[in-house]
């Protein structure tokens, strides 16, 4: 609208649909604009922190699968109670802490190494400290979503949250080995500072008001509130399901991607930069992903589509391990491309569908419970990965991981899942 008159004041509850699709909505445009700035800051230190404690701290295999292995610890150990908090805490202010306390964590590191203090030890820290904040910041993102939104909008954001995120994954690892080659890789961590903040403020500009219970709200016991999460989807056919093959599916793809800055630069020769570039060059599949889900998922049926999406992407994995110099870093880069499509429309059709189908009083609970089955088993790869490329060599662990994540997949054909064309938007009316 023009005009003189003034700002509207915050509104409750959804706000009105507008012709032009969600970007037209101003506090959804706020939210997309802070999480893909985020994005791309997170994207950046993903290389860049492996190159720190590879190329600056001279780190082993091991040490950097460490990395990799307490950045996901944190699902295990706070993962379920992180998912009870969410749904007794407002939202938006628990994010924008969370944004606040990890822009201070990140700092840390440049700090250090510039004081000449920056350990291995410091980077393991920062690792684990930044996975509990991001438990705590999706968990928390998740249930947002559903409150900014009406339900028909909430696979169109998906989409376009998932499609932008793919995005900064394309654009952050490339920015990562400029930034590595240009100011050196300790100081390609300021962009995650600085996405952090952009975060947010983007939140605090937000105008919409959660719409949280009134009155008094009985006291409740923790571990009962945990419990109803977890026998919700234990119980639930497609849930259930969805979480077997996350957990099986994340353990294969954390234990390449331990190693894989190592194998670029130590086995195949690739140079920071390089490194960063190919990186890139995989995320481009995720964008991909993102943007043909929408028209698979009409075409074909959400549930054909997530099937598909998964079957025929993970056997790609098998062309890393024939990666080599020149023009056979192509082949990294396609496996890359191919799994990141099949993962992030998955991740668009399986978010979508938890944000309609599971009650928004159970929602964080089930979010986290399925988050803590699906991520739970990715310290365990990290450290599967390191002990396979210490004790057989890079190239013969990647043979060994790629050859299992092919075959992970073929859990989604258990249970209803293979016989539906879509995708329910409720639990069946007998579930108790």
């Excluded at 992180?82 to 407002?90: E, I, N, T």
């Excluded at 654009?171 to 050196?184: C, D, E, F, T």
Aim: charged share 10%.
């Amino acid at each position: 609208m023009t005009g003189l008159a003034t700002a509207p004041p915050p509104t409750h509850g959804h706000p009105p649909r507008r012709r032009g699709g969600l970007l037209r909505q101003r506090d959804f445009r706020l939210f997309w604009i802070g999480q893909t700035a985020s994005s791309f800051g997170s994207s950046v230190t993903s290389v860049a922190l492996p190159l720190v404690a590879v190329a600056t701290l001279e780190a082993s295999t091991f040490q950097v699968a460490l990395l990799t292995a307490a950045t996901w610890l944190p699902w295990l150990l706070v993962g379920l109670p992180a998912g009870a908090w969410v749904d007794r805490l407002p939202r938006r202010p628990l994010m924008v802490t969370c944004d606040l306390f990890a822009a201070v964590l990140f700092l840390s590191v440049p700090v250090a190494a510039a004081l000449g203090v920056l350990t291995v030890g410091q980077l393991l820290v920062v690792a684990f400290a930044g996975g509990v904040v991001h438990i705590f910041f999706f968990t928390a993102y998740q249930v947002y979503l559903p409150a900014l939104l009406a339900r028909p909008d909430l696979p169109e954001a998906n989409a376009k949250l998932q499609g932008t995120e793919s995005v900064a994954h394309v654009a952050g690892p490339g920015a990562a080995g400029l930034l590595a080659q240009l100011v050196g890789v300790v100081n390609a961590l300021l962009v995650d500072v600085a996405s952090f903040v952009g975060s947010a403020i983007c939140l605090l500009a937000i105008r919409t008001r959660e719409l949280r219970e009134t009155g008094v709200r009985p006291a409740r016991n923790l571990w009962r509130e945990i419990t109803e999460g977890v026998r919700f989807t234990a119980r639930d056919p497609y849930l259930r399901v969805f979480a077997l093959f996350g957990a099986l599916s994340n353990l294969g793809l954390v234990s390449y991607q331990a190693i894989l800055v190592v194998f670029l630069v130590r086995e195949v020769g690739a140079s920071p930069g390089t490194v960063g570039l190919v990186t890139a060059g995989m995320s481009v599949g995720g964008v991909l992903g993102a943007a043909l889900t929408g028209v698979l998922r009409r075409r074909f049926g959400s549930a054909r589509a997530l099937l598909v999406g998964s079957l025929g992407t993970l056997p790609f994995g098998l062309l890393i391990p024939l990666t080599g110099p020149g023009p056979r870093l192509g082949l990294v880069v396609i496996a890359g491309m191919a799994i990141g499509a099949g993962a992030v429309s998955g991740n668009v059709l399986r978010g979508a569908f938890r944000q309609a189908y599971v009650p928004r009083e159970l929602l964080g609970r089930v979010m986290v419970t399925m988050q803590v089955v699906n991520l739970g088993p990715m310290p365990l790869g990290a450290v599967v990965g390191g002990l396979l490329g210490t004790t057989l060599g890079l190239r013969p662990a990647m043979w060994c991981i790629t050859g299992y994540l092919a075959l992970t997949g073929l859990v989604l054909l258990v249970g209803p899942l293979a016989r539906r064309r879509d995708l329910p938007d409720r639990p069946a009316p007998h579930r108790g």
